[in-house]
């Protein structure tokens, strides 16, 4: 029998376990994904990365194929090989787990004694892949934008077997769904971006399989440093806010793709309540304390009209709330946003 091939899981939370492919109406009558597509990090971030073991070689592969994403494809991001205990990205290497990472900020979602990673095995760019999973990037196997027409019961068949033993739930969340247009990536279907795995031509109808991409494809690198993944400006200096302001800060996003930064500080504990107005259609992040990389909550339409609004209770500390307009690709506009306890 040949051998079955080593494919990634697709790690998500467990509240979303039972619904990996949920999806909400838009206003413009769309299918819109509420998964996946939102767990990109604050442009401009550094990710501090810890080793839960693993070699010296190992470790040195790792942190190689990690810098491929901001070396190569020149995303603004940073990794940080200090094993913080709490850092955002934490790696194992437990051969009888597979090859796996959370997506994006789902990773500050995992206690920080268990690992957002594992790389049982670490052929080719398997690491840059999993690195692809960590900064916010799906399966490219399951771009909506077309590519594979799956043969389901050979797929399952295989997949059910050793060395996988999956569920047909988790064969179709890891292999046969796709993603809405809007929930990961907005390129064409790319045959050789290392977020594609190897598939044998039995999986797929009209018998082409895929081919093992051991490197980032040139789309790969275009789409991580374009306003959908982490353009190469500086990061945003946050803007303070006042935490208790009636007629709220005037912003705007005056560029596609902008994301503005703002910070406010809680002194006594309380709940709080973060939102927009206007007529720009935003969504918002909110990160914290004392942390621009712990998401807190995120919305998108929960105020009035199309402004967001987020409603916490927060202890003392620094918090920051990140600001995008709705349509990253083009969308520009005016807008206030305040903070009241």
């Excluded at 909506?144 to 295989?158: E, F, H, Y």
């Excluded at 789409?223 to 990061?235: K, N």
């Excluded at 005056?254 to 007529?279: K, M, P, Y």
């Amino acid at each position: 029998m040949a051998e079955r091939p080593k494919v990634c899981i697709d790690r998500i939370l467990p509240h979303e376990l039972n619904r990996p492919q949920r999806m909400m109406m838009t206003r413009s009558g769309r299918s819109r994904a509420i998964i996946e597509f939102r767990k990109r990090w604050i442009n401009g971030s550094t990710l501090h990365v810890r080793f839960m073991g693993g070699s010296p070689a190992q470790q040195a592969e790792v942190k190689e194929q990690a810098q491929w994403w901001t070396e190569q494809g020149k995303a603004n991001l940073r990794f940080d090989f200090n094993n913080a205990q709490d850092a955002e990205i934490r790696i194992a290497f437990d051969s009888n787990d597979g090859a796996w990472s959370y997506v994006g900020t789902d990773c500050r979602s995992i206690p920080v004694n268990q690992p957002t990673m594992n790389l049982g095995f670490m052929d080719g760019g398997t690491t840059a892949h999993e690195f692809g999973h960590a900064i916010g990037l799906g399966h490219e196997h399951q771009n909506p934008a077309g590519g594979i027409l799956w043969n389901s019961d050979a797929v399952i068949r295989d997949l059910s077997g050793p060395p996988n033993f999956w569920t047909v739930e988790q064969i179709q969340h890891n292999v046969i769904n796709k993603y809405s247009v809007d929930q990961i990536r907005g390129t064409d279907f790319d045959r050789d971006s290392i977020m594609l795995y190897a598939f044998p031509g039995s999986w797929v109808q009209g018998g082409q399989g895929t081919n093992s991409n051991e490197v980032l494809s040139a789309l790969d690198k275009t789409f991580i440093a374009g306003h959908e993944g982490y353009p190469g400006a500086a990061a945003p200096q946050a803007v303070e806010l006042p935490v208790i302001n009636l007629t709220g800060t005037e912003a705007a996003i005056a560029s596609a793709g902008e994301e503005d930064l703002f910070t406010f500080t809680v002194a006594d504990a309380g709940r709080h309540t973060i939102e927009t107005g206007g007529q720009t259609d935003v969504v918002m992040k909110l990160f914290g304390p004392n942390s621009q990389t712990n998401v807190i909550a995120e919305d998108d339409d929960g105020g009035d009209g199309h402004n967001s609004r987020i409603v916490a209770d927060l202890t003392p500390g620094k918090y920051f709330v990140q600001i995008r307009h709705f349509n990253r690709a083009q969308g520009t506009g005016s807008y206030t946003i305040r903070v009241a306890r």
